[in-house]
């Protein structure tokens, strides 16, 4: 592959969620997730950050129109995640622990399907301030 460019678009949701697994005790849960086991939930305000890259468009001279992935994000991340229950409210995280590493890997996969495949595509996904997951091409 040649040379490639990337660009970056930020979003936010708030959402909260439990750490837990559903077959272990209550104790162990505790051991293992700490406070984020509450059974009462915990919320943070996530933010993500997605780079697409690929080869600039020699006719409009962009890699992608930043307002369609400006639209994408909204809809694929921020109105789906937004002040939601993860764990009770969003059906990938029925069955799958909503770690900030699973968030990150259902945020690239919703957007993955609404891009051209031509683009490279990475996620990383803030939890808090220092941490992070990264995922993606």
Same mark, same amino acid.
């Given at each position: 592959?040649?040379?490639?460019? *990337?660009?970056?678009?930020?979003?936010? &949701? @708030?959402?909260?969620?439990? =750490?837990?697994? !559903?077959?272990?005790? &209550?104790? !162990?849960?505790?051991?293992? &997730?700490?406070?984020?086991? @509450?059974?009462?939930?915990?919320?943070?305000?996530?933010?993500?950050?997605?780079?697409? *890259?690929? *080869?600039?468009?020699?006719?409009?001279?962009? +890699?992608?129109?930043?307002?369609? =992935?400006?639209?994408?994000?909204?809809?694929?991340?921020?109105? $789906? &995640?937004?002040?939601?229950? +993860?764990? %009770?409210?969003?059906?990938?995280?029925?069955?799958? @622990?909503?770690?900030? /590493? @699973?968030?990150?890997?259902? *945020?690239? /996969?919703?957007?993955?399907?609404? =891009?051209?495949?031509? $683009?490279? +595509? !990475?996620?990383? =996904?803030? %939890?808090?301030?220092?941490?992070?997951?990264?995922?993606?091409?």
């Amino acid at each position: 592959m040649g040379k490639t460019i *990337s660009v970056y678009r930020k979003g936010h &949701f @708030n959402a909260a969620h439990r =750490l837990y697994v !559903r077959d272990w005790e &209550f104790e !162990r849960n505790k051991e293992v &997730f700490g406070l984020c086991n @509450n059974p009462y939930y915990h919320g943070h305000n996530y933010e993500i950050e997605v780079c697409i *890259s690929g *080869s600039i468009d020699p006719v409009t001279g962009m +890699l992608i129109n930043l307002d369609y =992935l400006k639209r994408i994000i909204k809809e694929e991340i921020e109105d $789906y &995640f937004d002040h939601k229950n +993860l764990n %009770e409210q969003v059906e990938e995280f029925k069955t799958l @622990n909503p770690t900030v /590493e @699973n968030i990150c890997i259902v *945020s690239y /996969e919703r957007l993955r399907k609404k =891009l051209d495949p031509k $683009y490279r +595509l !990475r996620v990383r =996904l803030y %939890e808090t301030a220092r941490n992070y997951a990264e995922y993606g091409e």
